[in-house]
């Protein structure tokens, strides 16, 4: 069974950093690549950021580029969003989400985590 739990959320100030961790289990299937996404009020969700577990590719939103990272350890089974120079945009509560690196859809969700950036 699969599970994708994610924690490090909160409220920060504008440009403030905050990391959120993505804590992954049962991920069996291989390879895999776990993304995160994020989803304002009143807003579509859109992606952020995701890293091939294996060969740790990764691949971000352009406007994100810069400063969001991810990263993973494999030690730990986690995934890591570091963001930095944060603004009230930025607001949302963050996903993290896993797929086959082979497929398109992203199949398994984590329960999010939320992030408030205030001015």
């Known amino acids: 069974q699969v599970q994708l739990v994610e924690s490090g959320g909160g409220l920060v100030q504008a440009g403030g950093s905050l990391r959120l961790s993505c804590a992954a289990s049962g991920l069996t299937f291989s390879p895999y690549r776990v993304g995160w996404f994020r989803q304002a009020p009143g807003k579509e969700r859109e992606f952020v950021a995701a890293?091939?577990?294996?060969?740790?590719?990764?691949y971000y939103a352009d406007a994100l580029k810069g400063r969001f990272t991810i990263s993973r350890d494999k030690a730990k089974n986690t995934v890591y969003l570091q963001m930095n120079s944060l603004k009230p945009e930025d607001t949302a509560d963050y996903y993290c989400?896993?797929?086959?690196?082979?497929?398109?859809?992203?199949?398994?969700w984590g329960q999010g985590t939320q992030v408030t950036v205030s001015s």
């Open positions: 890293i091939s577990w294996s060969a740790g590719s990764t």
């Open positions: 989400a896993a797929r086959s690196d082979f497929g398109t859809q992203y199949d398994y």
